[in-house]
């Protein structure tokens, strides 16, 4: 028989990717003081360097900004974006200025995991929709919104005249991967992030929404992680600033995002599933002996079954947790040893009724007190057993 394992439903909110911005104008890393060309702080005469650095740190992507391209149109950083792209291995998202099928297209070939365009998505859809056609996956869309949904453009510079919600869902026909939603003309050192917006963002489409507008420290960053529309949250937030002025690690983000290495914020059901040689003797051991109520009988298990094969059944064993049995995979299995254990108030009653009905039952092997064992159908071994600590009689 297969081994018992457990299966986590971890209804977690969904683990959001760290991005990290590294802004590029006049060949430099650049800081955006509050978010505009007019407060420009110079960071790092080195951008490849910057980005290295943020990749040391274990961030999940770069978004890289070519505020040249974006705000001026001029070009002359895509060399040294070429080179960044070819210089290092985490995952770069290049925005800023994209404003033609051909850059597109050559970033991607050069190495961008995905590109981003703005203005040019929002002026010239069709090409948009052409992109996502030949490289599936890798285009995605940058909205920069005002608090009444408004889209500017041009860096800021220009009121679009077209809002968030038509702008998403036109966008989302196309089939582009993604959407970096950010909250324009806000004061990123003084105000928090707008969640109405990014909340209303994850309302009006399916596909992954990044927080790109910048955040003061871990509670904003917490906020982010409370947004949930019907069971979806955002996918990723871009961080910058609050790192290199110490409000915060890359280690405490990712923590708190739920990234690898995070412990789980919170587990609403741990089912154990159990495959059985004999699933209508194994359902009444474990329903009418040890009194586990059945949740239900689902469909039949595993491809090509059968309703001769039979059907997996759901049993309620405590809070939040669920035994599913499920019949056996194939025919004449290794049968491998395997042990369920169940703690509950009165482990000496229930074992009263066990005996009862005509099972035997022996001390627990690891002699715990008031604990003891019954073998189950199929040779599974179940221990009864009190709370650790529990008061002895």
């Not at 042990?339 to 005509?358: H, I, N, S």
Request: aromatic share 6%; charged share 25%; proline share 5%.
């Amino acid at each position: 028989m297969a081994p018992v394992h457990s299966q986590y439903r971890a209804d977690t909110i969904q683990a959001m990717d760290l991005y990290a911005r590294v802004n590029i104008l006049e060949g430099r890393a650049v800081r955006l003081g509050r978010g505009s060309l007019d407060d420009v702080i110079s960071l790092d005469a080195d951008p490849i360097n910057r980005a290295r650095g943020w990749a040391d740190m274990g961030v999940d992507c770069l978004l890289v900004v070519d505020l040249d391209a974006a705000a001026y149109r001029s070009y002359r950083n895509r060399p040294l974006i070429d080179r960044m792209l070819d210089a290092l291995d985490v995952p770069i998202v290049v925005a800023g200025g994209i404003r033609s099928e051909r850059e597109a297209a050559r970033l991607i070939k050069q190495g961008a995991w995905k590109v981003t365009m703005g203005t040019a998505a929002i002026e010239t859809p069709t090409m948009v929709w052409d992109l996502c056609r030949d490289f599936p996956g890798r285009m995605m869309v940058s909205l920069d919104v005002l608090g009444n949904e408004e889209l500017v453009t041009e860096g800021w510079t220009s009121d679009s005249g077209r809002f968030m919600e038509e702008v998403m869902l036109e966008m989302a026909s196309c089939g582009v991967s993604g959407f970096f939603v950010t909250d324009a003309r806000r004061d990123v050192l003084s105000e928090r992030p707008n969640l109405d917006i990014l909340r209303t963002a994850l309302e009006y489409i399916d596909e992954p929404v990044v927080a790109s507008g910048g955040v003061r420290n871990l509670d904003d960053l917490r906020a982010l992680t409370s947004i949930e529309v019907e069971g979806r949250s955002l996918a990723g937030v871009v961080v910058g600033r609050e790192v290199t002025e110490g409000r915060f690690t890359v280690g405490q983000a990712k923590a708190l995002l739920g990234g690898p290495g995070a412990p789980l914020t919170r587990v609403l059901q741990l089912r154990v599933v159990l495959p059985c040689r004999d699933m209508d003797r194994s359902v009444d051991f474990y329903q009418s002996t040890l009194g586990f109520a059945r949740i239900e009988t689902a469909e039949p298990y595993g491809p090509g079954a059968s309703e001769e094969s039979g059907s997996r059944v759901l049993l309620d064993v405590g809070i939040d947790s669920v035994l599913e049995l499920v019949p056996e995979d194939r025919a004449g299995q290794v049968r491998h040893p395997c042990r369920l254990v169940f703690v509950v108030d009165d482990a000496e009653a229930l074992r009263d009724q066990v005996e009862g009905l005509g099972h035997a039952t022996r001390p627990a092997t690891d002699g715990a007190l008031r604990a003891f064992e019954v073998e189950a159908p199929d040779g599974v071994t179940v221990t009864i057993s009190e709370p650790l600590g529990a008061p002895a009689p």
